[in-house]
Protein backbone atom coordinates (compact mmCIF):
# COMPACT_ATOMS: atom_id res chain seq x y z
CA UNK A 1 0.00 0.00 0.00
CA UNK A 2 1.56 3.77 -0.96
CA UNK A 3 1.48 5.80 1.53
CA UNK A 4 -0.36 9.23 -0.87
CA UNK A 5 0.88 11.66 1.72
CA UNK A 6 4.75 10.46 1.24
CA UNK A 7 7.01 12.08 -1.31
CA UNK A 8 8.23 10.43 -4.63
CA UNK A 9 11.68 9.29 -3.65
CA UNK A 10 13.79 9.58 -6.83
CA UNK A 11 14.48 6.24 -8.71
CA UNK A 12 17.50 4.46 -8.39
CA UNK A 13 19.46 4.16 -11.68
CA UNK A 14 19.15 -0.15 -12.49
CA UNK A 15 22.12 -1.93 -12.49
CA UNK A 16 22.83 -4.23 -15.68
CA UNK A 17 22.42 -7.84 -15.25
CA UNK A 18 24.86 -10.17 -16.27
CA UNK A 19 22.95 -11.07 -19.47
CA UNK A 20 22.76 -7.96 -20.33
CA UNK A 21 26.23 -7.27 -20.29
CA UNK A 22 26.84 -10.00 -22.24
CA UNK A 23 24.75 -8.41 -24.74
CA UNK A 24 25.91 -5.18 -24.85
CA UNK A 25 29.48 -7.08 -24.85
CA UNK A 26 28.16 -8.37 -28.24
CA UNK A 27 26.75 -5.46 -29.92
CA UNK A 28 29.95 -3.46 -29.56
CA UNK A 29 31.97 -5.73 -30.75
CA UNK A 30 29.92 -6.12 -33.81
CA UNK A 31 29.83 -2.18 -34.81
CA UNK A 32 32.58 -0.96 -37.04
CA UNK A 33 33.21 2.62 -36.35
CA UNK A 34 33.24 4.91 -39.01
CA UNK A 35 35.97 6.94 -38.29
CA UNK A 36 38.77 6.76 -35.45
CA UNK A 37 37.01 6.24 -31.92
CA UNK A 38 38.64 6.97 -28.84
CA UNK A 39 39.28 3.26 -26.46
CA UNK A 40 37.91 3.52 -23.16
CA UNK A 41 38.53 0.95 -20.45
CA UNK A 42 35.64 0.42 -17.60
CA UNK A 43 36.45 -0.41 -14.43
CA UNK A 44 35.82 -4.34 -14.86
CA UNK A 45 38.23 -4.41 -17.63
CA UNK A 46 35.27 -4.18 -20.15
CA UNK A 47 36.70 -1.80 -23.48
CA UNK A 48 33.98 0.25 -24.37
CA UNK A 49 34.23 2.33 -27.68
CA UNK A 50 33.13 5.69 -27.39
CA UNK A 51 32.79 8.12 -30.13
CA UNK A 52 35.11 11.34 -29.83
CA UNK A 53 33.37 14.51 -29.60
CA UNK A 54 32.96 16.49 -32.99
CA UNK A 55 34.96 19.41 -32.93
CA UNK A 56 32.93 22.89 -33.88
CA UNK A 57 32.66 23.26 -37.47
CA UNK A 58 35.19 26.35 -38.05
CA UNK A 59 33.92 29.30 -39.05
CA UNK A 60 34.46 30.24 -42.95
CA UNK A 61 35.58 33.18 -43.46
CA UNK A 62 33.84 35.17 -45.89
CA UNK A 63 36.16 36.27 -48.45
CA UNK A 64 35.66 39.90 -49.44
CA UNK A 65 35.36 40.49 -53.22
CA UNK A 66 37.32 43.19 -53.66
CA UNK A 67 35.10 46.03 -54.60
CA UNK A 68 35.21 47.07 -58.07
CA UNK A 69 35.87 51.34 -58.45
CA UNK A 70 32.84 53.11 -59.11
CA UNK A 71 32.47 53.72 -63.06
CA UNK A 72 33.44 57.78 -62.66
CA UNK A 73 30.43 59.55 -63.35
CA UNK A 74 29.94 60.77 -67.21
CA UNK A 75 30.60 64.60 -67.37
CA UNK A 76 27.82 65.16 -69.94
CA UNK A 77 29.07 68.41 -72.14
CA UNK A 78 26.52 70.35 -73.91
CA UNK A 79 26.77 69.45 -77.42
CA UNK A 80 28.30 72.13 -79.38
CA UNK A 81 25.49 73.89 -81.36
CA UNK A 82 25.52 73.05 -85.14
CA UNK A 83 28.00 75.35 -87.20
CA UNK A 84 26.38 77.88 -89.47
CA UNK A 85 26.52 77.22 -92.77
CA UNK A 86 27.05 80.67 -95.42
CA UNK A 87 24.31 80.86 -98.07
CA UNK A 88 25.73 80.38 -101.17
CA UNK A 89 25.76 83.35 -103.88
CA UNK A 90 23.40 81.92 -105.79
CA UNK A 91 21.02 81.23 -103.13
CA UNK A 92 21.08 84.87 -102.17
CA UNK A 93 20.56 85.84 -105.38
CA UNK A 94 17.51 84.08 -106.31
CA UNK A 95 15.78 85.46 -102.88
CA UNK A 96 16.58 89.12 -104.48
CA UNK A 97 15.85 88.62 -107.69
CA UNK A 98 12.09 86.97 -105.38
CA UNK A 99 12.78 83.79 -107.37
CA UNK A 100 13.30 82.12 -103.79
CA UNK A 101 10.46 83.18 -101.31
CA UNK A 102 11.26 85.03 -98.15
CA UNK A 103 8.38 83.50 -96.15
CA UNK A 104 8.31 85.83 -93.12
CA UNK A 105 9.51 89.42 -92.33
CA UNK A 106 10.04 91.45 -89.48
CA UNK A 107 11.24 95.01 -88.67
CA UNK A 108 12.91 95.49 -85.66
CA UNK A 109 13.30 99.51 -86.30
CA UNK A 110 13.06 101.62 -83.14
CA UNK A 111 12.85 98.95 -80.38
CA UNK A 112 15.17 98.66 -77.36
CA UNK A 113 17.84 96.03 -77.72
CA UNK A 114 15.75 94.11 -75.16
CA UNK A 115 12.75 94.38 -76.49
CA UNK A 116 14.44 93.46 -80.12
CA UNK A 117 15.74 90.42 -78.73
CA UNK A 118 12.58 89.20 -77.31
CA UNK A 119 10.67 90.04 -80.21
CA UNK A 120 13.40 88.29 -83.01
CA UNK A 121 13.43 84.97 -80.59
CA UNK A 122 9.76 84.44 -81.12
CA UNK A 123 9.47 85.46 -84.89
CA UNK A 124 12.34 82.97 -85.68
CA UNK A 125 11.02 79.96 -83.56
CA UNK A 126 7.50 80.52 -84.80
CA UNK A 127 8.88 80.84 -88.29
CA UNK A 128 10.84 77.48 -88.08
CA UNK A 129 7.96 75.86 -86.60
CA UNK A 130 6.26 77.53 -89.62
CA UNK A 131 8.24 75.38 -91.75
CA UNK A 132 9.82 78.60 -93.39
CA UNK A 133 13.20 78.34 -95.01
CA UNK A 134 13.95 81.96 -95.45
CA UNK A 135 13.36 85.03 -93.12
CA UNK A 136 14.03 88.68 -93.94
CA UNK A 137 14.59 90.31 -90.39
CA UNK A 138 15.06 94.14 -90.72
CA UNK A 139 17.10 96.13 -88.23
CA UNK A 140 17.89 99.06 -89.63
CA UNK A 141 21.32 101.12 -90.41
CA UNK A 142 21.12 103.32 -87.37
CA UNK A 143 20.12 107.25 -87.09
CA UNK A 144 22.30 109.83 -87.93
CA UNK A 145 22.40 111.25 -84.30
CA UNK A 146 23.83 107.70 -83.32
CA UNK A 147 26.29 107.95 -86.09
CA UNK A 148 27.00 111.60 -84.95
CA UNK A 149 27.76 109.93 -81.32
CA UNK A 150 29.50 107.40 -82.75
CA UNK A 151 26.88 104.22 -81.99
CA UNK A 152 25.63 103.45 -85.23
CA UNK A 153 23.45 100.69 -85.53
CA UNK A 154 23.34 98.93 -82.34
CA UNK A 155 20.80 96.61 -83.51
CA UNK A 156 22.57 96.02 -86.82
CA UNK A 157 25.38 94.83 -85.07
CA UNK A 158 23.82 92.90 -82.00
CA UNK A 159 21.34 90.74 -84.20
CA UNK A 160 23.88 88.89 -85.83
CA UNK A 161 25.42 87.92 -82.63
CA UNK A 162 22.06 87.05 -81.23
CA UNK A 163 21.44 84.42 -84.29
CA UNK A 164 24.53 82.80 -83.31
CA UNK A 165 23.58 82.29 -79.66
CA UNK A 166 22.95 78.89 -78.22
CA UNK A 167 19.24 79.44 -77.52
CA UNK A 168 18.96 79.87 -81.78
CA UNK A 169 21.79 77.83 -82.76
CA UNK A 170 19.11 75.17 -83.56
CA UNK A 171 16.90 77.37 -85.71
CA UNK A 172 19.29 79.14 -87.38
CA UNK A 173 21.24 77.59 -90.77
CA UNK A 174 23.25 80.85 -91.49
CA UNK A 175 22.47 84.64 -92.15
CA UNK A 176 24.14 86.80 -94.46
CA UNK A 177 23.50 90.58 -95.89
CA UNK A 178 20.27 91.34 -97.75
CA UNK A 179 20.43 92.50 -101.08
CA UNK A 180 19.77 96.36 -102.04
CA UNK A 181 16.45 95.87 -102.70
CA UNK A 182 15.92 94.47 -99.17
CA UNK A 183 17.23 97.02 -97.09
CA UNK A 184 21.18 95.97 -97.77
CA UNK A 185 23.44 96.67 -94.95
CA UNK A 186 20.36 97.15 -92.83
CA UNK A 187 18.89 93.48 -92.97
CA UNK A 188 19.57 90.48 -92.94
CA UNK A 189 18.71 87.55 -94.87
CA UNK A 190 18.09 84.11 -92.92
CA UNK A 191 18.29 80.49 -93.59
CA UNK A 192 16.25 78.58 -90.83
CA UNK A 193 16.97 74.87 -90.16
CA UNK A 194 13.93 72.46 -90.64
CA UNK A 195 11.85 71.75 -87.10
CA UNK A 196 12.60 68.54 -85.73
CA UNK A 197 9.81 66.33 -86.51
CA UNK A 198 9.64 67.42 -90.02
Do not use: C, N
Amino acid sequence: MSDAGEPHRKRRRRELSAEEHALWRGVARSVRPLRKRARHELDDGETVVVAPARPAPKAKAIKSKPLKPAAPARIVKPSAPPPLATMARREKQQIARGRTAIDARIDLHGMTQAQAHAVLVRFVRRAQADGAKFVLVVTGKGSRAAEVAGERGVLRRQVPHWLQLPELRDAVLGFEPAHVAHGGEGALYVRLRKARGE
